[in-house]
């Protein structure tokens, strides 16, 4: 059974930075690419980060220079190191993987969404 573990998020002061991490546990055939995701109140879900198996990354471009993804292959764990954290990274953040499993087909599996809150 996949499961996807997040922790690290929580409140924090604008300027401030929290890590994110996102454990996947499962047994994996093949994982294509980690990502992060995050959905404000009344807002559609965007993509923040995204990391593949190769080492292309993706960032969102009101993140870029504060937000950093990075992969632990090993633990089949991603990390969302942010910096600088301003009142609109307010949200919550999902973990997302795209992968396979025996059996099954490549399809993306999603954490259950850590919340993030930037305020005084």
């Known amino acids: 059974q996949v499961q996807l573990v997040e922790s690290g998020g929580g409140l924090v002061q604008p300027g401030g930075s929290l890590r994110l991490s996102c454990t996947a546990s499962g047994n994996f055939f093949n994982i294509y690419a980690m990502a992060w995701y995050r959905q404000a109140p009344g807002k559609e879900r965007e993509m923040v980060a995204a990391?593949?198996?190769?080492?292309?990354?993706g960032i969102r471009d009101s993140v870029k220079g504060r937000f950093t993804i990075s992969r632990d292959n090993a633990r089949n764990t991603s990390y969302l190191t942010m910096n600088n954290l301003k009142p609109e990274d307010t949200a919550v953040y999902y973990c997302?993987?795209?992968?396979?499993?025996?059996?099954?087909?490549?399809?993306?599996?999603w954490g259950q969404g850590t919340q993030v809150t930037v305020s005084l």
């Open positions: 990391l593949t198996s190769g080492g292309s990354t």
């Open positions: 997302n993987v795209d992968g396979q499993v025996p059996g099954s087909s490549r399809r993306d599996y």
